[in-house]
């Protein structure tokens, strides 16, 4: 009677024709599947060996899955259309489906070298599919129905980065699916750091919203990644909007993503803004950067305080180490060079000709502060 019902799910199940690009993955009538334990990742492993023997299937289960198999059909002719599979991702993917054909597990290496051979988005396709049937395959004859591990979901979504597969990519975010794949926020890093990569802010908000609607939560690395995108974008709004939400999920942020806050606000000339920022980076970590020390010195300036930048200037060097302090020098020169220019044109226009002349007199006296004070 139980493998009457089992035969039935998966009929049910087989029926629905298989489209690779679409979002009825999510309307599959199959059970949601909890991460993977220990004991599940071995029991793959036991299955995956080559000298894996065949397994008695009931008639009607071995029939469906065959048929299953000869669904590649048409995902062949459609990657052939569109240029087609590599060769080598090829290869392997015709290994799998037969020893899934002849009802035998294939082994594990089998679909890790398949993952590392993927080199354009047929060979993705390719992997989902095969992803999909081993899945079903554990499911309905090994009895397996944990998802496959996170690691491997991690390196199937480094993979569809790697060749820009990014609809496939996205799917490894997604928590009910029918490829068995778990979600993780390591697979989500794989797609923010492409996003940032090549400033693409609709991929970081498309990703981002997948990893609330999965119940995945935000880590002190996400936020780095998606700050930098913001900041190298140049969009201050964007930026403070993501950088409070990270802080009330109670995300701890890292030196460098304080750096990129707080030399922002600089670069603007926002100091009500950069004081906040550093009253949050104060109750996080003890000691200044030297990014963050230098966009305090500025903020002074900006408030015509150049004595007093010239004291965190001076602190900031005793508190570096040693190998640290001649990029004080750098700083300097481009706080002299660049950053009074930037922050000047930054202004509205009415504004603009106070500040510069404000900057052009407070910044020598900062200078002779410092100088006074033993800096060469």
Request: charged share 25%.
């Amino acid at each position: 009677m139980q493998v009457a019902s089992k035969a039935r799910g998966l009929v049910r199940v087989l029926r629905t024709p298989t489209f690779l690009n679409s979002d009825r993955f999510l309307s599959f009538d199959i059970p949601s599947i909890e991460a993977p334990s220990h004991s599940s990742r071995q029991q793959w492993r036991s299955h995956s060996a080559f000298s894996a023997p065949s397994l008695p299937f009931p008639g009607m289960i071995g029939r469906r899955i065959e048929q299953l198999c000869s669904m590649s059909t048409a995902t062949e002719s459609l990657s052939s259309m569109e240029g087609g599979p590599t060769e080598a991702a090829k290869e392997l993917y015709d290994k799998m489906l037969s020893s899934v054909t002849a009802k035998t597990m294939p082994p594990n290496a089998w679909l890790w070298s398949l993952i590392e051979k993927c080199a354009n988005h047929e060979d993705i396709e390719l992997l989902f599919d095969i992803v999909h049937k081993l899945r079903l395959f554990r499911q309905y004859a090994l009895r397996i129905y944990e998802n496959f591990n996170c690691h491997l979901c991690q390196e199937i979504a480094r993979a569809c980065v790697r060749v820009g597969a990014l609809d496939f990519g996205k799917k490894t975010l997604w928590k009910h699916n029918i490829y068995g794949t778990t979600p993780s926020i390591a697979s989500a890093h794989h797609l923010l750091l492409y996003a940032r990569g090549h400033n693409d802010v609709k991929l970081m908000a498309e990703v981002l919203k997948l990893l609330r609607r999965n119940d995945l939560p935000y880590q002190a690395g996400t936020a780095d990644i998606v700050c930098s995108i913001c900041y190298n974008v140049d969009n201050w709004k964007l930026f403070s909007t993501h950088g409070k939400r990270y802080i009330k999920a109670g995300v701890k942020l890292r030196q460098t993503t304080f750096d990129m806050w707080m030399e922002f606000a600089a670069r603007i000339g926002n100091t009500k803004s950069l004081w906040k920022i550093e009253e949050l980076r104060s109750d996080m970590m003890k000691k200044h950067s030297l990014t963050t020390g230098f966009s305090c010195a500025k903020g002074f300036l900006l408030e015509r305080k150049p004595d007093i930048a010239a004291a965190m200037i001076q602190t900031l060097i005793q508190d570096l180490p040693e190998a640290k302090r001649a990029g004080v020098i750098v700083e300097l020169q481009k706080l002299i060079n660049e950053w009074s220019l930037e922050v000047v044109k930054r202004q509205r226009e009415k504004n603009r000709k106070t500040l510069a002349a404000a900057l052009r007199t407070d910044i020598p006296i900062m200078v002779s502060g410092l100088q006074n004070m033993g800096l060469k």
